[in-house]
């Protein structure tokens, strides 16, 4: 089955503590996304990577950070640097080509204590 | 700057037809998608249409772009309770590889029995 998976679902974080989320694809895609989600909100962009070792940051990259090092993986870090970072994160991917369908994750729920 | 928006709320009963309006601003969108977060999950994507396009149909699902008036509908005959989620309206736009994507903030679609 060709897909996005993150890990885990769920996470818990004490203040001050960085945490990482995981990302992974094995739909051969180029590009890969991540978007944070508030209550009642939309999407909003974090970061973005269009090829390997290469990123940018989005529309809300402060406290955050990421790395690129396969195609297959997108890690997003956030840090204590991050105000509030309670919220659900999504990670997508798409091509670089042709029709550039965004396809996305399950998400994780990040809940700081 | 580039915009979408959607109404919050939309309630129909079982059986009725769903009709979600979004609007955008960037006369420069190649796609125009409509995906669907059920609870808890990531968002599924449901249809797109090609921005030279005026209609598409997909089973009960029917979209229409009125590029004039920068206008995309959804339109869900035969709502059933499963149908509830909320609905957003994204556009993706740019070239040569390079692309955006600019999501609504949802539409909540709540089906009555």
């Known amino acids: 089955d060709g897909g996005i998976t993150q890990s885990p679902k769920y996470l818990f974080r004490k203040e001050g503590q960085n945490v990482t989320l995981s990302c992974e694809q094995n739909?051969?895609?180029?590009?890969m996304y991540w978007y944070r989600q508030d209550p009642g909100q939309g999407l909003r962009l974090i970061y973005y990577?269009?090829?390997?070792?290469?990123?940018q940051k989005g529309d809300i990259a402060e406290g955050y950070s990421v790395s690129r090092e396969k195609k297959e993986s997108f890690p997003l870090t956030v840090t204590s640097a991050q105000k509030n970072p309670t919220a659900f994160y999504l990670c997508?991917?798409?091509?670089?080509?042709?029709?550039?369908?965004?396809?996305f994750g399950p998400g994780t729920r990040l809940t700081v204590l | 700057g580039e915009d979408v928006e959607q109404s919050l709320f939309l309630s129909v009963r079982e059986g009725d037809s769903s009709v979600i309006n979004c609007t955008y601003t960037d006369s420069s969108s190649t796609y125009l998608y409509w995906y669907k977060q059920e609870p808890g999950a990531g968002l599924q994507l449901l249809t797109y249409i090609f921005s030279n396009m005026d209609m598409k149909q997909d089973q009960r699902l029917t979209v229409l772009l009125n590029k004039k008036d920068k206008h995309l509908s959804l339109r869900i005959a035969d709502t059933q309770t499963g149908d509830s989620a909320i609905y957003f309206c994204?556009?993706?736009?740019?070239?040569?590889?390079?692309?955006?994507?600019?999501f609504g903030t949802g539409t909540r679609l709540k089906v009555l029995a």
């Open positions: 994204a556009e993706s736009i740019g070239g040569s590889g390079t692309y955006k994507y600019i």
């Open positions: 997508a991917s798409s091509g670089t080509g042709g029709r550039n369908t965004q396809y």
């Open positions: 990577s269009q090829i390997v070792n290469d990123f």
């Open positions: 739909l051969n895609h180029d590009a």
